[in-house]
């Protein structure tokens, strides 16, 4: 049985490199998996300082914007991260599971803590607490970024040693990294991946932002000074991004796109990108906007849950009885 799971966090406004890195993915797998879990990992957004006012309103928002791009609650289960106790659970008997050394090559850890005088533990675990997030559901598949590839590596060696010393207990999961468009890089720096935290609001377009304010974006976004429309990333990345960007919301080859805009400027490409993603994004927005009840959203987040629940228990209780702990 193929199993989807992924999760995205609550934290700052989600970006165009969310949705086609991920949200867009998401609603691909669920018509090509046995099963998908999709969720909204809370847990892990309190690894940093959050305002709970916000962290409320955001996890409501990104379940949201999952049923937006299309996530069907009949093919797939939404929920909140922290409705599952189980996640929890399994977190810190991973965590005795996990040897220091592996969690101190964690790269993201190093990224993230840089030039801060005070970091959490839980910055630190967080890799395991992502590994018990798989892990619990027997998941097959892992829908990731190349920046998370680290972390299901981890994932797997836990769960193989974890089969290794008590019995086969844990399925082991694959990591399933887009071939194409897998980062999205900034506006201003394209030889830098977008970022929903970035300091220039110029660099990113964030998912529910109003078109005119992202026309604005695109049409001063970075390219160079050759005026040839080509795809190379290395020579040029911010040509290349915006043909990755094109190609991506119109379903359509870069070497199509590139034949097309031959002895044409910057400036159309440009303009006909804002046309495509103006297109796909507004329909986003309007469905986002039409989904604005808030206890019909909690009823789909309860009923996918319950539908975790379900199997996050048995797992757990599977590893409570291979780790010899009593259960009455």
């Known amino acids: 049985m193929k199993r989807i799971f992924s999760g995205v966090q609550p934290s700052g406004n989600p970006t165009i490199g969310n949705y086609l890195g991920a949200f867009k993915q998401f609603v691909e797998l669920q018509h090509d998996a046995d099963s998908a879990i ?13 305002d709970p006012a916000k962290l409320r309103k955001r996890s409501r928002e990104i379940a949201q914007i999952y049923l937006a791009c299309g996530v069907d609650p009949s093919k797939a289960s939404i929920f909140i991260q ?3 106790k189980e996640h929890a659970e399994l977190g810190w008997l991973l965590q005795c599971m996990t040897y220091m050394g592996e969690a ?6 190093k990224d993230k803590s840089e030039g801060k005088a005070n970091v959490n533990v839980g910055l630190f675990t967080y890799p395991v607490l992502m590994a018990a997030d798989i892990l619990l559901y027997d998941a097959t598949h892992v829908p ?19 089969n290794n010393r008590f019995g086969e207990t844990f399925v082991i999961p694959e990591p399933q990294i887009q071939e194409f468009g897998a980062r999205i890089m900034a506006l201003d720096e394209p030889t830098k991946k977008m970022s929903k935290s970035a300091e220039n609001e110029g660099s990113r377009i964030a998912l529910l932002e109003d078109p005119a304010v992202f026309k604005k974006k695109i049409m001063r976004a970075v390219t160079d000074t050759e005026n040839e429309i080509r795809f190379d990333e290395e020579n040029k990345p911010g040509v290349s991004n915006l043909l990755t960007l094109y190609s991506l919301y119109a379903d359509e080859s870069v070497e199509s796109l590139v034949n097309r ?4 400027g910057y400036g159309t490409l440009k303009k006909d990108l804002v046309e495509v993603m103006t297109d796909k994004m507004g329909a986003i927005q309007k469905r986002f906007r039409e989904l604005d009840d808030q206890t019909e959203l909690d009823r789909i987040l ?27």
């Not at 101190?104 to 850890?109: A, D, E, L, S, V």
């Not at 990731?144 to 974890?162: C, M, N, P, S, Y």
């Not at 805009?261 to 044409?264: A, E, V």
């Open 261 to 264: 805009y031959q002895g044409q």
């Open 144 to 162: 990731v970024g190349d920046d998370q590839k680290q972390h299901i590596e981890l994932t797997r060696d836990i769960a193989e040693r974890f």
């Open 82 to 84: 922290s409705h599952v």
């Open 38 to 50: 999709y969720c909204v990992v809370d847990l892990h957004a309190i690894t940093v300082p959050q």
């Open 302 to 328: 309860k009923q996918g849950a319950d539908q975790a629940r379900e199997i996050a228990e048995k797992t757990v209780n599977r590893v409570k009885d291979a780790m010899g702990f009593v259960r009455i």
């Open 104 to 109: 101190n090559r964690m790269t993201q850890y």
